[in-house]
């Protein structure tokens, strides 16, 4: 028999004890499939293991799938490979099924006779689809012309207990694909190249930067004080310093701190973690890239963030013209730079300048903006109202520039422009994609701006940073004029892939619990 049989003794039942609930759990409980527990028990009952440890495959599917390109040479060739089974179709003493694994599928056939009649029976009967096996046989195709393995060895490699959906739907329930992710990538392959793309979009975007001589370090997720963001954060306890800590909303203050050391260029690919909505664009675990490099100004941070992007779209894709929904998207450089106030005037024909303060409160009103109360200066107004007029019009990638210095605290005073700082954001189909600033390196300055963020924490908005007096005093050993960018991973692919919910492309993302 060529199925693999373990030494030690099998025991002749299967014994599945119930578990106590565990609230933390996504489901509460087990979804085994009664047949396939009894499927299983009779392998056992044979004296064979249903989950050995190790195979040897001479080529992934994928490989297989090529020989076939020179079909009269690597006929009969003998291949042993292994996958999972998909759509077992039982024809009396033929058995076709589909085999799959990461880079693709192919049609394996059993024919009674070609392999021990115990073996047929036992794949005939107690192998279901959901299986994931071992073959060895020679490559042929079927007169229909189906590149196929005809099998003369199985293995049974792991007995799976779930059953998998039906095969004519698949997985289509979108709550069911996010909780259960594993799922939709044993049943989705489309799905599982999503994620393909994500990796390979950070391996490029690591070459790139580090193509540039820049250097990738990892800074603390643990936190004694976060900041280098706007954004409510996530708390907890360490018992043994028995203080509280904070998941970092950024890596910005600790990059930046090593700028100071005298690393003039440094980036991370990191997890943030922030104590906010959740909806098609946001999850309160994300992925994003921040780069600082000396001795550069936000001018340069454009320029590198648009390098960087439209490399990687064109490598990844082969083209600059992404569809996304009703829209195709170009990305061909140049890209359009515009400031805020001109923004504002340009998409929503509204010269902020030009109205009271009132005036702009009944404007806010009339739009239907929320939060208009907290404005109560003309660069608070600029910006609120650039994001409820302008925003969602950005479709093609727009770099707007000059923000109010009231909402950016950690970016440099305009060089020429009062009540303004060298900060920009990269919009691409109605999204912010990146963010990047003109690093403010005046000690006295940083320190003021983080006072006025902490008077507008303490009266009531959980959003405003805390001072960090530590990064204060590493700003007061001095920093060069620095540049810094950050870019957010999880929207970037789903621009890659024209998705519309951020959900489709963490692999794991956050969801309320089912209880």
């Known amino acids: 028999m060529s199925m693999e049989i373990n030494n030690e003794k099998m025991s002749d039942n299967l014994v599945l004890s119930d578990n106590e609930s565990d609230n933390n759990n996504i489901s509460d409980s087990r979804v085994f499939d009664d047949s396939k527990i009894a499927k299983l028990n009779g392998i056992r009952n044979q004296g064979l293991n249903p989950y050995p440890y190790k195979f040897e495959k001479n080529g992934d599917i994928s490989d297989i799938q090529k020989k076939f390109d020179d079909f009269e040479k690597n006929e009969g060739l003998t291949v042993r490979t292994a996958g999972r089974l998909y759509n077992i179709r039982r024809l009396g003493k033929m058995i076709f099924a589909d085999l799959g694994d990461q880079g693709g599928r192919i049609q394996v056939t059993l024919r009674k006779g070609n392999l021990p009649d115990e073996d047929f029976e036992t794949f005939k009967t107690l192998v279901d689809s959901g299986d994931i096996v071992g073959v060895q046989g020679e490559l042929f195709r079927t007169k229909r012309g189906e590149n196929s393995i005809s099998v003369s060895e199985f293995f049974l490699l792991s007995k799976s207990l779930c059953a998998l959906p039906e095969k004519f739907h698949g997985l289509k329930d979108i709550e069911t694909r996010y909780r259960k992710r594993y799922l939709d990538l044993i ?42 963001a706007n954004a409510r954060p996530f708390t907890t306890f360490h018992n043994c310093l028995g203080q509280k800590l904070f998941l970092r909303i950024a890596p910005e203050l600790y990059l930046k701190r090593l700028v100071v050391g005298g690393y003039e260029k440094v980036f991370e690919i990191c997890k943030n973690f922030r104590n906010e909505d959740i909806d098609t664009t946001h999850n309160p675990e994300f992925t994003m890239i921040e780069v600082y490099e000396a001795y550069r100004d936000y001018n340069d941070m454009m320029d590198l963030t648009e390098g960087l992007i439209s490399e990687l779209v064109f490598k990844l894709t082969g083209s600059y013209e992404i569809k996304m929904g009703e829209n195709t998207l170009s990305l061909r450089t140049p ?125 009531g908005d959980l959003e ?30 789903m621009i890659l892939e024209g998705l519309e919910s951020i959900k489709e492309v963490i692999l794991f993302p956050q969801m309320k619990r089912e209880d």
């Open 335 to 459: 890209w359009k730079r515009i400031s805020m106030e001109d923004a504002l005037k340009e998409y929503a024909g509204l010269d902020v300048f030009a109205h009271s303060l009132e005036e702009l409160k009944q404007i806010a009103i009339e739009n239907r903006i929320e939060d208009y109360e907290k404005a109560n200066t003309y660069g608070e107004f600029l910006a609120l109202l650039f994001e409820g007029l302008v925003e969602d019009k950005l479709i093609n990638p727009t770099f707007i520039y000059d923000f109010p210095v009231e909402n950016s605290p950690l970016a440099k005073n305009h060089r020429s422009k009062e009540g303004f700082v060298e900060r920009f954001e990269l919009f691409l189909n109605g999204w912010e994609l990146a963010n990047g600033y003109s690093e403010l390196n005046d000690p006295l300055e940083q320190e003021k701006r983080f006072e006025e963020q902490d008077k507008k924490r303490k009266l």
């Open 464 to 493: 405003a940073q805390t001072i960090d007096y530590d990064f204060v005093n590493a700003l007061g050993y001095g920093m060069p004029p620095t540049g810094g960018m950050g870019l957010g991973i999880d929207r970037l692919t």
């Open 187 to 228: 049943v989705n392959a489309d799905k599982r190249e999503i994620f393909v793309m994500r990796s390979k979009l950070i391996s490029e975007i690591r070459r790139y930067l580090s193509d540039r001589e820049f250097l990738e370090f990892e800074t603390p997720i643990l936190q004694n004080v976060y900041g280098g």
